[in-house]
């Protein structure tokens, strides 16, 4: 059974950049929302990816609730490859989005009882999903986990439209196996790698380790964004 898609999130310094890029992952991402505390400028994007020489992972972007303005004032200057809408953001926008940029764009859905019927809303619509867990007025990236059981309804839905399905909250190398026995499509991290703030390279062999990463990450991250 191959192992599931890998996108480690939150990154922001160089430091962080350099140990994902050396990583098993298949995405990395950078989150734009101002209130976020792994919030980055796409000015530091752009200089961490030059300062890296050649890129070989696509780049996520993360916004909430973005103006057209803010996304493009950051994809002018970061180079990324996929826009991860992570608030409100209506099937309508998103489609007006990917005419205007010209970009894949993941959606993310909050878990609720029903979130695999919110999913439906964006067939033909998003390229991805990423579901998480809403805590108080905080969008995501909260270290909150949700209730894993559901994990195989929402990779029903994403299998049925045809896109990934990332599973995020809460996850880390100590409890990574208790969510693979629920086979998820692709898994998405941010603190769960991370000591003292910081991308942990020990924390991430560890997980990689228990996810079964291997040397076919380049292939499959460049199949999942065709």
């Given at each position: 059974?191959?192992?599931?898609?890998?996108?480690?999130?939150?990154?922001?310094?160089?430091?962080?950049?350099?140990?994902?890029?050396?990583?098993?992952?298949?995405?990395?991402?950078?989150v734009?929302?101002?209130?976020?505390?792994?919030?980055?400028?796409?000015?530091?994007?752009?200089?961490?990816?030059?300062?890296?020489?050649?890129?070989?992972?696509?780049?996520?972007?993360?916004?909430?609730?973005?103006?057209?303005?803010?996304?493009?004032?950051?994809?002018q200057?970061?180079?990324?490859?996929?826009i991860?809408?992570?608030?409100?953001?209506?099937?309508?926008?998103?489609?007006?989005?990917?005419?205007?940029?010209?970009?894949?764009?993941?959606?993310?859905?909050?878990?609720?009882?029903?979130?695999?019927?919110?999913?439906?809303?964006?067939?033909?619509?998003?390229?991805?999903?990423?579901?998480?867990?809403?805590?108080?007025d905080a969008?995501?990236?909260?270290?909150?986990?949700?209730d894993?059981?559901?994990?195989?309804?929402?990779?029903?839905?994403?299998?049925?439209?045809?896109?990934?399905?990332?599973?995020?909250?809460?996850?880390t190398?100590d409890?990574?196996?208790?969510?693979?026995?629920?086979?998820?499509?692709?898994?998405?991290?941010?603190?769960?790698?991370?000591?003292?703030?910081?991308?942990?390279?020990?924390l991430?062999?560890?997980?990689?380790?228990?996810?079964?990463?291997?040397?076919?990450?380049?292939?499959?991250?460049?199949?999942?964004?065709?």
């Amino acid at each position: 059974m191959p192992r599931p898609f890998l996108k480690y999130c939150g990154i922001h310094s160089f430091s962080d950049y350099t140990v994902c890029l050396e990583s098993a992952s298949d995405f990395l991402g950078f989150v734009f929302y101002q209130k976020s505390p792994r919030h980055i400028k796409p000015e530091a994007v752009a200089d961490w990816v030059r300062r890296a020489g050649q890129r070989k992972k696509p780049l996520v972007g993360v916004f909430v609730n973005p103006t057209f303005d803010e996304l493009r004032v950051v994809l002018q200057t970061a180079p990324l490859d996929i826009i991860q809408l992570h608030g409100e953001e209506t099937p309508t926008f998103v489609t007006e989005v990917q005419k205007t940029f010209h970009k894949r764009v993941w959606k993310a859905i909050h878990h609720t009882p029903g979130a695999c019927g919110l999913m439906a809303q964006y067939e033909h619509t998003v390229d991805g999903f990423v579901i998480d867990c809403k805590v108080k007025d905080a969008w995501g990236g909260t270290g909150v986990r949700f209730d894993w059981t559901y994990v195989p309804d929402y990779t029903e839905e994403a299998r049925r439209q045809g896109v990934p399905c990332f599973i995020a909250g809460g996850i880390t190398p100590d409890n990574i196996e208790k969510l693979l026995a629920f086979d998820p499509m692709a898994i998405d991290l941010a603190s769960g790698i991370e000591c003292e703030g910081k991308k942990s390279r020990r924390l991430i062999q560890d997980l990689e380790r228990k996810v079964g990463a291997n040397d076919e990450t380049l292939s499959r991250c460049t199949r999942a964004i065709r």
